[in-house]
């Protein structure tokens, strides 16, 4: 597609239910990232695929939380057993891996998450 | 890991001032630092970024520097306009190490009034 798309744009789920985020990133970007934005924050680094694999994990908050890709495309984030705190909005972010210099990454608009 | 840090967290300028906005980084490999605009419920966009083989670069009202000896960039904006007003991210990357990561700052939520 043109951009990142994101799906659901907005989601209102009740305290202790799962939710699933979808990320379709750019088509031909291998690396996928997610990042959670807080009402009033900066971005903050979730995980990071390159291809199918997540080679950096660490910015997940806890086991609650977890992502897979596959096809080397489409990336779905989950939030078991969510919490309020888990309220954010939720970024997926895509590039090329072609350059030692640094590759553009290009934000979707975002999953809106709210628990209640 | 890499640290970034951005001040001021808020500015506030008069419609033709100019703003800057900077930012300082931990991991001396960081090789690329981009910025981001961020409108109000709008995604993150780049606006300019610069790479850690130049020192400065320009595009028309904007213009980032790079101090790499200090570990610190930042981002100019000149003859400011109200449509410039938004969040503002600094971010620094490793992309030539194995961790393909950006880490942002804070953010700064520039104001310009009319």
């Known amino acids: 597609g043109a951009g990142v798309s994101q799906s659901p744009s907005n989601k209102v789920t009740e305290k202790g239910k799962d939710v699933e985020l979808r990320c379709d990133p750019i088509?031909?970007?291998?690396?996928l990232y997610w990042y959670r934005q807080s009402l009033g924050q900066g971005l903050e680094f979730l995980i990071y695929?390159?291809?199918?694999?997540?080679?950096?994990k660490s910015g997940l908050p806890s086991d609650r939380f977890s992502a897979e890709r596959t096809g080397g495309s489409v990336s779905t984030l989950t939030i078991q057993r969510t919490q309020q705190e888990d309220s954010a909005v939720y970024l997926c972010?895509?590039?090329?891996?072609?350059?030692?210099?640094?590759?553009?990454?290009?934000f979707g608009e975002g999953s809106w998450l709210t628990v209640v | 890991g890499e640290n970034v840090e951005q001040h001021p967290s808020t500015l506030s300028v008069q419609e033709g001032d100019s703003a800057v906005i900077k930012c300082t980084y931990s991991?001396?490999?960081?090789?690329?630092f981009p910025w981001y605009k961020q409108e109000l419920g709008k995604r993150p966009q780049l606006i300019i970024d610069?790479?850690?083989?130049?020192g400065e670069k320009k595009d028309q009202r904007i213009a980032v520097t790079l101090n790499k000896t200090a570990k610190h960039f930042s981002l100019h904006i000149t003859e400011t306009q109200p449509e410039d007003s938004a969040v503002y991210f600094c971010a620094a990357d490793n992309s030539g190490g194995s961790n393909y990561k950006l880490t942002f700052g804070k953010g700064t939520l520039l104001t310009v009034n009319p």
């Open positions: 610069i790479r850690s083989n130049v």
């Open positions: 972010a895509s590039s090329y891996q072609d350059s030692p210099w640094g590759n553009t990454i290009y």
């Open positions: 088509s031909g970007h291998t690396a």
């Open positions: 695929f390159q291809g199918n694999s997540a080679p950096d």
């Open positions: 991991d001396s490999a960081s090789n690329y």
